[in-house]
């Protein structure tokens, strides 16, 4: 069964930083993975989705990366500003089992100061 | 609609109560998830609709939560005879097509069970 795990679980930065957040998934035989930004309160906002036969996406200041054999993926984040301060998930959509099912990590709680 | 829409946004109940839960998914998506979010945990899955066969329900906690897609569009989670631990956010998410889709999420209902 997979299993997503994020490190660390919180992490706060001074504003200007640039910081990698990680996720480890078990089971390699995923379909992609996909960071997400959850704010206090609210729903969860995609931020990168990698395919399984990509390394990596870009969007601006963001970059996730995806080692399928190492089972891991990293989100980096530049330049750090306030307003990054949220929850970021990451998910592995895996290929054994239901094709619908996401497979979350507990996040990691960012706060960055200004 | 531009986004997912969730109603309620909050719901209070009385222990034994019932409780319907509406998710309008993104027009034109075929693919429908339903996630629980317990506090300071990553969301977990429930349960997938492909258009309005319900694909795995292998997520849901017990007989008392049911869900249906009757056209293949808005999704109603039902929970019978609540109790206190089906307190949590109840996110709904939908993808454009099964295994590679990205999903999108909704704000979420908050259920608080007294």
């Known amino acids: 069964k997979q299993e997503v795990t994020q490190i660390p679980a919180a992490l706060s930065v001074p504003e200007g930083e640039n910081l990698v957040l990680n996720c480890s998934f078990t089971?390699?035989?995923?379909?992609?993975l996909q960071w997400f930004r959850q704010d206090p309160g609210k729903g969860l906002t995609s931020l990168l989705l990698i395919q399984s036969s990509q390394r990596e996406q870009t969007s601006g200041r963001l970059n996730a990366s995806l080692d399928k054999s190492s089972g891991r993926s990293t989100l980096y984040i530049a330049a750090s500003q306030p307003g990054d301060s949220a929850t970021y998930l990451c998910?592995?959509?895996?290929?054994?089992?239901?094709?619908?099912?996401?497979?979350f990590g507990k996040g990691t709680k960012l706060s960055v100061k200004p | 609609g531009a986004g997912v829409s969730q109603s309620p946004r909050y719901k209070v109940a009385k222990r034994g109560q019932d409780v319907a839960l509406r998710c309008d998914p993104i027009s034109g998506h075929v693919s429908l998830f339903w996630y629980q979010q317990a506090l300071g945990q990553g969301p977990e899955f429930l349960t997938y609709f492909q258009n309005e066969a319900q694909l795995d329900k292998s997520g849901l906690p017990s007989d008392r939560f049911f869900a249906e897609r009757p056209e293949g569009s808005v999704s109603t989670l039902k929970i019978q005879r609540t109790q206190q631990e089906d307190s949590a956010v109840y996110l709904c998410?939908?993808?454009?097509?099964?295994?590679?889709?990205?999903?999108?999420f909704g704000e979420g209902s908050r259920l608080t069970v007294l």
């Open positions: 998910a592995g959509r895996g290929i054994g089992g239901s094709q619908g099912n996401l497979i």
């Open positions: 998410a939908s993808s454009t097509r099964q295994g590679s889709g990205e999903l999108f």
């Open positions: 089971d390699s035989a995923i379909y992609n």
